[in-house]
């Protein structure tokens, strides 16, 4: 990752997407292309969405639940205004010019209630819609200037109340389209495309705001003054005016300044901070802006383009912030919320906020790369005093541990630098002991662990009724402690073997890596690792035993001895070398790490010699000889702490595995170790984790009978290997070795069992499991993609159709390891289908990685929800009559399928598979593609349907050959076909040569005598040898084009000799 710039001092506050609301735009079926979210409004409680069907979903905030749906058989829902002091009335506005106001009755537990509608826009786009701020009053501005209001009726008011009749009044009538309403005060603004107006509705007065027209969307609000000192004071106007100016008028409407933001506006944007994409800030992009703002919000002056958020401070003309966010069509803000709308139907939630706030709330979510490059771009902000309360030192710390020293050096040394800055919340509190005793408490536990309690979620109410508890996991609070403790347990033979291991492979490693990188045919440059100096200067380590000083000189020496070889240029360039060389660390790995069963045997040896390789060929090599292995023994003083062996379990879904996995003499796999048996420290475990990552890429990708397989070794020494490059390995060997992600999952599901999310998974709701897991998308693949296990088992195929919001995250790839044939193909449809249609095809030649999927999807897709085969075929593998017009389940997914870049040999394969399937419009493509025009014309004339020789999509003759060999199958078919009617007889009526869409060559002659002429189409019937004599219809039409021909004939002439003419008048 590049270093990332820091945004000026000025700019503090940030818009932030926490929450994804695609999983409740798929419930409700508003995310395909027939239903689609049209307009939306939010309130305290309520997020409303119209839609193009006229339903009103009412979705309460708090947990996003669905509460109502209000339907509409007057058009689709154009607008929606929630009022404002009374939560149980809601404004809509239809597609046919009605407008409805609603009484929820949720109070009462009653139905929701039309209390009162309005013809008065019938046939008209009403295209604004306000609530009065006092009383149940909505007013509604259409695109013909009309501005009427309509009276609300209420149950709560009695049954007296209907009684009365509040009429629709029209308050007034523009000279163009209303563009916004807006209410204070009993004072109407009204905003149109060319002035602002201000209506007294009780007095019936009107001003006109400014002198100067306009001509376009330009919205108005009012602005309160009802903080501070200026409680009391009339609220003001803000009218948007062309070239980036906004005019600050008074409650009377008398201008009194404009605002200019032009060159205001000539900064950079703020980066949006989301989970979809890493912000990024482009210091350099400085252009004045002149720009339209269609709308204004009394937030902070709030206003939109159909690109960017623009958010003033009225108080004194600055520039808060303004941020790109793209395909904007509406915008609806409540307090510091705001709720976009977008131009493909989508929703998102954004939060504007400190910037120190905003790495809280990430942090809280486990964002840890996202959180650090807002550390890292705000840094003054997180720097100050007062992001103490919110970001304090330890939890700093915290996200830098983290972070990854391979992948994200850069930022972690940023976020050094940053952390270097910190100033303190006061004097008293700011070193880290009374940092982080303001937010924890301790406990002892029996076994002398320290156990943190957490009170870190008690800073902000705000967050305490979020879905997920986001705060750090227990596990993890404890490790920082249960470290140090474990490390004073550890035996000190056992700590020599460390640093023996570690002294023995610290050379070995910089040179593997090398080789590494020659296998995995990347780029990636591993620096040269050292030992770390601190093993080395440890006190506790120079006063070991003498014989312990023993054990080491012996590895020493042995060390000695294997240096040569292994910088040996073969054991460099040479994979052959190198896995010999893997293979020798192995038996030390095996001693040092391996379970007590398999390592008590060798470990009884100082050194490597000749008895000790010879016991240890036999145990690995023949364990079926005389020899069963025991179970794994626990010592009695470590019942208390975390076990020795790590968390063994067995597989939670039992799935079949091969030889490699199955324990010799038929026993079962052994657990999956996914703690280490002993403290390592840090930097070897990051050179320990290289070498077993690539010794297990070696067994898998050379599929050659190993010391130890491929899967066995994942199993036993998972807590050494990189998890995310353990799952694209075990992506790249499924085929050859399923049960290597078998065993990859089960390990996976051991190891996140104490996440809070299998808590929301195990309940069952899925709207609510699926939100969580977008929040912990930021983690990385592995864990997110064994959450979707635990959900696809939890609810099978209704939950395979959401995971097409995690790409790129989890791919096809990975979906079907887990998901049935049945189940993945849906998954696959809707995330293609998800692209613009102009980016579709291309979206799914970037998921065949390999090339191979192409041919297996197709298989899939032709064998699922599709036609059956003797509805298609005929017994001698012919098309059946019209077999092309079935609709297949997954057409749209074949027809792309078809059209991908391929080689020759795909394409023909691809060609007979849709052949052997019936798929004949495929078939026909791809013949058309290979340029087997002949077999396509053949299907054709089976198929008998003449429009699939019209273009684009169909197969048009381009030669007279061509022609000539299609009369002639058209002529040959149907004898064929008369011949059969005569011996089996048929039920179709056949009185006329001159069927309409039927293929005969009296069609095909009139075809071409349209494109070639009459008399050549004729000529071309002779050639062939095919009797015909055209029906009365045809020669009429023959005739008709013999005509055309001449006239045309003649019209070219003419224009040719006026061009002639005027040519040689010109010369002259």
Known sequence: MPSIPAVPENH?????????????????????????????????KWLALGTSAGGLHLIQKEGWKQR????????SITQVACCPHDEDFIAVTTSQGLVVVWELQLERRGRPERVSFSWEHRGQNITSLCWDTSSLRVFAGDSGGKVSYLRAGSSKLGKGSTFVIFPVQTVTTVDSRVVQLG????????????????????????????NKERDGEYGACFFPQNRGLLVGQPPLLYCARPGSRIWEASFTGEVLSTHQFKQLLACPPLPLITYRNEPNYNPAQKSPQSLAFPKLLDQNLLTWTDSAVYIFTPQNGQVLLWTEVKDLVDVAVHRSELFCLHGSGRLSHLSLLPAERCVERLLRRESWTLAAAVCCMFQHAVASSRARKCVPLDRLEHLKAQLSSRTHPELINQLEEVMAKLEPLDSASSSRRSSISSHESFNVLDCGIYRVISRRGSQSDEETSSLVNHSTSEEE?????????????????????????????????????????????TTEKINTLQMNSELRQQPEYKECRQMDAVSNVTLYSEETENDSQIQDPLVLLEPVCLREAL?????????????????????????????????????????????????????????????????????????TTDSDTVAPCGNPPEPVRVVSPTPIPSDLSADLTELASLYTEMSCFRNQKEVLGCSAFLRRYFFLLDQERVRRMCLLCHRVQPDMMSSFIEA?????QSSKVVEIIQKGDLLKSLRSLRELQAWGAPHLLVHLHRLYEKHGEAAVRSFSQFYPTITPADVITM????????????????????HRLSFLQSLLEPESLRQDWLELALTHDAPKNCDTLTPDGQPRWHSHCFSWGYGRLLSLLIRLPADFSSKEKMCETC??????????????????????????????????LEEPDGVEPQTLDEWKALIQLSHHHCSVAESQQVTNGSSLTNGSAEREGKISPESLSLMLARSAGPDRALAVLEECGVQLALSPQSELVCELLRVAEKRQRAIIQTMLERCDRFLWSQHA
């Not at 109502?68 to 058009?75: P, Q, V, Y």
């Not at 023995?504 to 590494?516: D, E, G, T």
């Not at 998901?819 to 102009?838: C, M």
């Open 477 to 521: 609070r404890l490790k920082e402690f249960s470290f140090m403790q474990e490390e004073d347990q550890v035996d000190h033979g056992e700590k020599q073997a460390i640093i023996c291991l570690h002294f023995y492979f610290y050379r070995v490693i910089s040179n593997i890596i090398l080789v590494s990188s020659f296998v995995k045919k």
């Open 12 to 44: 503090s506050l940030v818009l932030a997407e926490f929450d994804c609301l695609d999983p409740l735009l798929s419930a409700l079926r508003l995310d395909s292309g027939r239903l689609k979210c049209t307009c939306l409004a939010v309130s305290r």
């Open 583 to 655: 293979l020798e660390w192995l038996v030390v790995l095996e001693r040092v790490l391996g379970p007590a069963d398999l390592g008590s045997a060798p470990a009884a040896d100082s050194n490597l010699d000749g008895s000790g390789e010879d016991r240890w060929e036999q145990d690995y090599l023949h364990p079926c000889s005389d020899h069963q292995e025991p179970a794994e023994v626990v010592p009695e003083e470590t019942k208390d702490a975390p076990e020795p062996g790590g968390k063994q379990v067995q597989c939670e879904n039992k799935r």
């Open 915 to 948: 052949r052997s399937h019936g798929y004949w419009t495929g078939y026909l493509y791809l013949c058309k593609e290979l340029q087997r025009r002949t077999e396509a014309f053949s299907s054709i004339c089976e198929l008998d349907d003449i429009s699939l």
């Open 819 to 838: 998901a049935q044939q049945s189940h993945f193909l849906p998954y696959l449809d809707n995330l293609v289908q998800s692209r613009a249609e102009e």
């Open 183 to 210: 209410y204070q005060d009993g004072r109407l603004l009204v905003s149109s495309l060319s002035r602002c107006y201000l209506c007294d509705t009780e007095k019936e007065k009107f001003w006109r705001v400014g």
């Open 748 to 752: 996976m599901l051991e190891l996140t």
């Open 68 to 75: 109502l749906i209000l339907t509409h058989k007057e058009g």
